[in-house]
């Protein structure tokens, strides 16, 4: 198909979106056949890449060369853009890694001397609001092929005026991705001391040497049915600290929610905060109307949040003062234990909390469950240093979450300035 251009104002073309790019299918190899999975090439759907990121490294399922043969599912190459096409629609990447993806999504390729894939990214990223209402479907919300010779866009005239705009885009996110990275490995830094702390017991002992491995007395705990250090005792999560839940204001009432009011979290603010360890606000504030309404306590700053209700798991540590959904069992430090250690005690004992967990059409652990949830419980002194240790990391973490969000919202704020042309680059 060549271009189609609508109109043509001052350094832009409005065109047909179709005629300027090539879209590629997506497919799926036959689930019930091992020998197409669990391979080494990556294979994408929507819950991989629905973020506010802009390249999607890896996928949670992959798949063979045998899978790809016996199937319509392709290769993406590496900057290629991919948007999902059913149920959530809209949500969208670009490849950072060659993947295959399933038929739920398109593939997305500027045409070459006509628009950059990567500038075509962030038009498609100012259009997206156009592209979901352009969803249909009777169960699922659906866009397809035909959906694409419908979509009008406004494009930059020339490749050179395009690789202006997207470079002061992509330098904005450049610097939010290499804040993820850093946060990432601190990450993984704070999780390796606990784990080498808490789960090894090689906390550094008075002399400085790995407790454990340089013969520290071990003592076998009958309640926990295993051997700690002595000194150290058996406990249940509800010592760490006070277990709250949450409700929901009536919503039929209008007067119960605002704009900017109470923060309230939902566990699918946690979902779309995944990969952030600390929140601020979700998608929704409540009035004190509706506090009073549904009897809802706020919970202070530092309080550890998890979603104890389908999807069970998700947490995150409050910036601030904030309340919740009934969706949560939240952890409030009230018994001397603070929030970077309860943080990673509660993540570990994750598999027991879901198989702790009941329910026929949602699972859920119930907060008098969660309770009794067996743990090791250290020395005081030993929690203490860990803390002197991590407390830095954990606030580098918080600062530079603040930091990628300020640039994120820079970025949205431009972002239509510059692909409508109210913005001339010099």
Request: aromatic share 10%; hydrophobic share 35%.
């Amino acid at each position: 198909m060549k271009l189609i251009i609508i109109s043509k104002t001052l350094n832009m073309n409005k065109v047909i979106l179709s005629s300027v790019i090539d879209l590629i299918s997506g497919g799926t190899p036959k689930t019930n056949i091992s020998e197409y999975w669990d391979g080494d090439i990556g294979w994408l759907s929507v819950t991989d890449f629905n973020n506010d990121l802009r390249y999607v490294y890896e996928s949670e399922k992959s798949i063979t060369k045998l899978g790809i043969e016996n199937s319509n599912t392709k290769f993406l190459e590496i900057g290629d853009i991919i948007i999902s096409a059913r149920g959530t629609v809209g949500a969208m990447s670009q490849i950072g890694f060659p993947m295959c993806f399933n038929q739920s999504c398109f593939g997305i390729r500027g045409k070459k001397e006509i628009v950059t894939t990567d500038y075509l990214y962030y038009a498609l990223k100012n259009y997206i609001d156009n592209i979901i209402k352009r969803s249909h479907g009777s169960v699922f919300n659906t866009i397809n092929l035909a959906t694409f010779d419908l979509m009008e866009i406004e494009i930059h005239d020339t490749i050179p005026k395009q690789c202006k705009v997207t470079k002061i885009l992509s330098d904005l996110d450049e610097k939010i991705e290499l804040n993820n990275e850093i946060n990432s490995k601190l990450e993984a830094v704070a999780k390796l001391i606990y784990d080498y702390w808490f789960m090894q017991f090689d906390f550094p002992d008075e002399n400085g040497n790995p407790y454990q491995s340089s013969g520290g007395k071990m003592v076998y705990n009958e309640e926990l049915k295993r051997d700690i250090p002595e000194g150290w005792s058996d406990g249940a999560l509800s010592d760490l600290g006070e277990i709250v839940g949450g409700s929901t204001p009536s919503t039929k009432n209008a007067a119960n929610f605002v704009d900017h009011g109470t923060p309230w979290i939902t566990p699918n603010d946690l979902s779309k905060n995944e990969g952030n360890k600390f929140i601020t606000r979700g998608g929704q504030d409540i009035t004190d109307t509706g506090v009073k309404s549904a009897s809802l306590n706020l919970y202070p700053k530092n309080t550890v949040l998890l979603s104890s209700r389908a999807p069970i798991g998700y947490m995150a540590i409050a910036r601030n003062e904030l309340t919740t959904n009934q969706g949560f069992k939240s952890f409030v430090p009230t018994k001397g234990y603070s929030s970077e250690f309860i943080f990673y005690t509660v993540k570990n004992a994750m598999k027991v909390i879901v198989q702790y967990s009941s329910g026929s059409t949602f699972k859920e652990i119930s907060g008098g469950v969660l309770k009794t949830v067996k743990i090791v419980l250290p020395k005081t002194e030993v929690v203490n240093k860990y803390i002197e240790i991590v407390s830095d990391v954990f606030e580098k973490q918080n600062m530079l979450e603040l930091e990628s969000k300020e640039l994120s919202d820079l970025r949205d704020w431009i972002l239509p300035m510059l692909m409508n042309g109210q913005v001339k680059i010099k």
